[in-house]
């Protein structure tokens, strides 16, 4: 007979992980099923393990956030390059079938830590009007919980995965000074903000804008991450913050070091994944915990009669390229499926589970991004410390929702690498000037000295922002599956079918506008604005006779969210299946709407409510 468990977990990210931890703590038995490569947790072969991951990232002339890690065949991750080429609509171009009106172009990692194996660590709470957007502002929808119900779990996460912040800076108008608690800060005092932070913040803070018929005054903030810095005291407990270090040795990554390829691999693992979690859980209950790696879960099966899930059916191979495999059931009391909102409502889909309200795999959301850029009058130091320290948090808020999305801007610290591949693409510029003439390039190609000279004075004035705009629920933006998409084990593809909602698309011009009123108070005349839309790319959108391009922010929400009735969601407050009394669901796909913080921290809380959950019914 096979083993039963308290609980199955299907998927080693961040939620799994956080979920898996509180319930071996409290004496629960806990296998977690893995689709991709499983990694060491703990000593040397945990640092052989991340020097491979280093060293591919490096010698790969394509650094994007899947880049470190090597592709497996049975259990594939989307890939943000490929879902942007020119064949986007070319099933053989990537793993997703896409079929919507524009490219989705968001990525993630399948192996044991997930995402957070290549995430930025941007660690933002969500605002109180985030949680009731639809009786607020008459858009989207409101949660089934409120920001207050989700206040101590925020705390919990924050302490797990290790942020750092000043909470005094977090708190934006008419929010009052209770979004932290009166005896509450983060467990790390703020991350150094860069030259560029403090130049930006001189200059244009304070700087009035015009928006449906209010003025705004721009204010540039601190971002709180998830990335060790110096530690705090805790006034409840009167002891101080002790930072995870690397998963070889505790010494290592206990503070950043300033590197500049946090995305997508921390070089000394100062910045927070998934891994840390696991590996905490593993070196305390050990005897509790199995974490089963390169087992793809492929059926939740379910017992008619009652709905009560009975097994995971799951696919096990040994080798990612060989499509070979073992078929075998788990089985436990308790099942979450903790998978990533794409995997987790592809499987509901093929189960047949959570079907009542047909809102599984609909919903799904990602922030649209829209890049300004330009260069500084003096040299900033582009190209130095984490992506970004410093965000402008002025219009995460307002009346203006009821007409346009809200949106936050990060401040790039790696100059144009995002917007056109520099460094690259500047010493490209000056080798091959071309058309069209811009004022940082040469009326002819330069070499040597003066080449040299040239790249280091334009490279360190580089500046950009990243506009990210919040999407709202739509039912046809959705993930299905279809027989004829199938990967290398038999396991269906994801088909995707993806637009931009007009709500989102009001708000690129507002956007632009800020920009350009920055522009002019900093000083960047416009033979100096390199901010430019292509027309022929397949990310380009009109909106009121201007064009944008977008991309994707990697923040994949929706698709079996959380609601108040069996009618309008696939899961409760509680994050259990309506139709399922033992299926628990956890990560991103249970938002229900975006706002603008990245999600992860979100998610992570919501983890912690849900661990919380599945005790009390364990009990």
């Given at each position: 007979?096979?083993e039963?468990?308290?609980?199955?977990i299907?998927?080693a990210?961040?939620?799994?992980?956080?979920?898996a931890?509180r319930?071996?703590a409290?004496?629960?038995?806990?296998?977690?099923?893995?689709?991709?490569?499983?990694?060491?947790?703990?000593?040397?072969?945990?640092?052989?393990?991340?020097?491979?991951?280093l060293?591919?990232?490096?010698?790969?002339?394509?650094?994007?956030?899947?880049?470190p890690?090597?592709?497996?065949?049975?259990?594939?991750?989307q890939?943000c390059?490929?879902?942007?080429?020119?064949y986007?609509?070319?099933?053989?171009?990537?793993?997703f079938?896409?079929?919507?009106?524009?490219?989705?172009?968001?990525?993630?990692?399948?192996?044991?830590?997930g995402?957070t194996?290549?995430?930025n660590?941007?660690?933002?709470?969500?605002?109180?009007?985030?949680?009731?957007?639809?009786s607020?502002?008459g858009q989207?929808?409101?949660w089934?919980?409120?920001?207050?119900?989700l206040r101590?779990?925020?705390?919990?996460a924050?302490?797990?995965?290790?942020?750092s912040g000043?909470?005094?800076?977090?708190?934006?108008?008419?929010m009052?000074?209770?979004y932290?608690?009166?005896d509450?800060?983060?467990p790390?005092?703020?991350?150094?903000?860069?030259?560029i932070d403090?130049?930006?913040?001189r200059?244009?803070?304070?700087?009035?804008?015009?928006d449906?018929?209010?003025?705004y005054?721009?204010?540039?903030?601190?971002?709180?991450m998830s990335?060790?810095?110096?530690p705090?005291?805790n006034?409840r407990?009167?002891?101080?913050?002790q930072?995870?270090?690397?998963?070889?040795?505790?010494?290592?990554?206990?503070?950043?070091?300033?590197?500049?390829?946090?995305?997508p691999?921390?070089?000394v693992?100062a910045?927070?994944?998934a891994?840390?979690?696991?590996?905490?859980?593993v070196?305390?209950?050990r005897?509790?915990?199995?974490i089963q790696?390169?087992?793809v879960?492929s059926?939740?099966?379910?017992?008619?009669?009652t709905g009560?899930v009975?097994g995971?059916?799951?696919?096990r191979?040994?080798?990612p390229?060989?499509?070979?495999?073992?078929v075998?059931t788990?089985?436990?009391?308790?099942?979450v499926?903790?998978?990533?909102s794409?995997?987790?409502?592809?499987?509901l889909?093929?189960?047949?589970?959570?079907?009542?309200?047909?809102?599984?795999?609909?919903?799904l959301m990602?922030?649209?991004?829209m890049?300004?850029?330009?260069?500084m009058?003096?040299?900033?130091?582009?190209f130095?410390g984490p992506?970004?320290?410093?965000?402008?948090?002025?219009?995460?808020d307002?009346?203006?929702?009821s007409?346009?999305?809200?949106?936050?801007?990060?401040?790039n610290n790696w100059?144009?690498s995002?917007?056109t591949?520099?460094p690259?693409?500047?010493?490209?510029?000056?080798?091959n000037?071309?058309?069209?003439a811009?004022a940082?390039?040469?009326?002819?190609?330069?070499i040597?000295?003066?080449?040299?000279?040239?790249?280091?004075e334009t490279?360190?004035?580089q500046?950009?922002?990243d506009?990210e705009?919040?999407?709202?629920p739509?039912?046809?933006?959705?993930?299905?599956?279809?027989?004829t998409?199938k990967?290398?084990l038999?396991?269906?593809r994801?088909?995707?079918?993806?637009?931009i909602?007009d709500?989102t698309?009001?708000a690129?011009p507002?956007?632009?506008?800020?920009?350009?009123?920055?522009?002019?108070?900093?000083?960047i005349?416009?033979q100096?604005?390199?901010?430019?839309?292509?027309k022929?790319s397949?990310t380009?959108?009109e909106?009121?006779?201007?064009?944008f391009?977008?991309a994707?922010?990697?923040?994949?929400?929706g698709?079996h969210?959380?609601?108040?009735?069996?009618n309008?969601?696939v899961v409760?407050a509680?994050?259990?299946?309506?139709?399922?009394?033992?299926?628990y669901?956890?990560?991103?796909?249970n938002?229900?709407?975006?706002?603008?913080?990245?999600?992860t921290?979100?998610?992570s809380?919501?983890?912690?409510?849900?661990?919380?959950?599945?005790?009390?019914?364990?009990?």
């Amino acid at each position: 007979m096979p083993e039963i468990y308290d609980v199955v977990i299907v998927g080693a990210g961040v939620t799994g992980a956080i979920i898996a931890k509180r319930l071996v703590a409290e004496r629960k038995r806990v296998l977690i099923l893995e689709a991709g490569r499983g990694f060491h947790l703990e000593g040397e072969a945990a640092y052989h393990d991340y020097q491979k991951f280093l060293e591919r990232f490096y010698a790969n002339p394509i650094k994007v956030p899947n880049s470190p890690y090597p592709p497996n065949p049975n259990a594939k991750s989307q890939d943000c390059v490929q879902a942007g080429s020119p064949y986007w609509k070319d099933p053989a171009s990537g793993y997703f079938v896409q079929t919507g009106k524009l490219p989705f172009l968001s990525d993630y990692f399948r192996g044991q830590g997930g995402t957070t194996l290549h995430w930025n660590g941007t660690a933002l709470r969500m605002l109180p009007n985030d949680f009731k957007l639809s009786s607020k502002y008459g858009q989207g929808v409101d949660w089934p919980i409120s920001y207050e119900d989700l206040r101590p779990y925020y705390e919990q996460a924050e302490t797990e995965i290790g942020v750092s912040g000043n909470a005094v800076e977090q708190i934006l108008p008419n929010m009052g000074d209770n979004y932290f608690g009166h005896d509450y800060d983060l467990p790390m005092e703020k991350m150094p903000q860069s030259y560029i932070d403090q130049e930006l913040i001189r200059t244009v803070n304070g700087l009035p804008v015009q928006d449906a018929g209010e003025t705004y005054n721009l204010s540039l903030i601190s971002t709180p991450m998830s990335r060790n810095s110096i530690p705090r005291k805790n006034p409840r407990t009167n002891k101080y913050y002790q930072p995870a270090g690397s998963l070889w040795d505790a010494a290592v990554g206990v503070r950043c070091e300033g590197n500049s390829n946090c995305v997508p691999i921390c070089p000394v693992q100062a910045k927070y994944n998934a891994l840390k979690t696991l590996a905490a859980a593993v070196r305390d209950h050990r005897e509790r915990l199995t974490i089963q790696a390169q087992s793809v879960a492929s059926k939740i099966e379910i017992d008619p009669a009652t709905g009560r899930v009975t097994g995971i059916a799951y696919k096990r191979y040994n080798d990612p390229n060989s499509p070979e495999h073992t078929v075998h059931t788990a089985r436990a009391k308790i099942y979450v499926i903790a998978a990533h909102s794409v995997e987790t409502a592809k499987l509901l889909l093929a189960s047949g589970a959570a079907k009542t309200s047909d809102q599984v795999g609909r919903n799904l959301m990602d922030h649209s991004c829209m890049l300004v850029w330009g260069l500084m009058p003096q040299p900033v130091g582009a190209f130095r410390g984490p992506a970004s320290t410093s965000n402008l948090c002025t219009f995460r808020d307002g009346d203006f929702r009821s007409k346009h999305a809200a949106f936050i801007a990060p401040v790039n610290n790696w100059g144009w690498s995002w917007a056109t591949f520099a460094p690259g693409s500047t010493l490209n510029d000056m080798l091959n000037p071309g058309a069209p003439a811009k004022a940082w390039k040469p009326a002819q190609p330069i070499i040597g000295r003066k080449l040299r000279g040239q790249l280091g004075e334009t490279i360190s004035r580089q500046v950009a922002f990243d506009f990210e705009f919040e999407q709202l629920p739509q039912a046809s933006n959705r993930v299905t599956i279809d027989p004829t998409y199938k990967d290398q084990l038999g396991n269906y593809r994801p088909i995707v079918s993806w637009d931009i909602p007009d709500y989102t698309r009001a708000a690129m011009p507002v956007a632009l506008k800020i920009w350009n009123a920055m522009r002019a108070k900093i000083g960047i005349p416009d033979q100096d604005n390199g901010t430019f839309y292509d027309k022929s790319s397949n990310t380009y959108v009109e909106v009121d006779g201007q064009g944008f391009t977008f991309a994707g922010a990697g923040h994949l929400v929706g698709t079996h969210c959380m609601g108040t009735t069996k009618n309008n969601s696939v899961v409760n407050a509680r994050q259990q299946t309506w139709d399922h009394e033992n299926l628990y669901l956890a990560g991103c796909g249970n938002m229900p709407t975006l706002g603008t913080s990245n999600p992860t921290l979100t998610i992570s809380a919501l983890a912690c409510l849900a661990a919380k959950n599945i005790l009390d019914d364990l009990r």
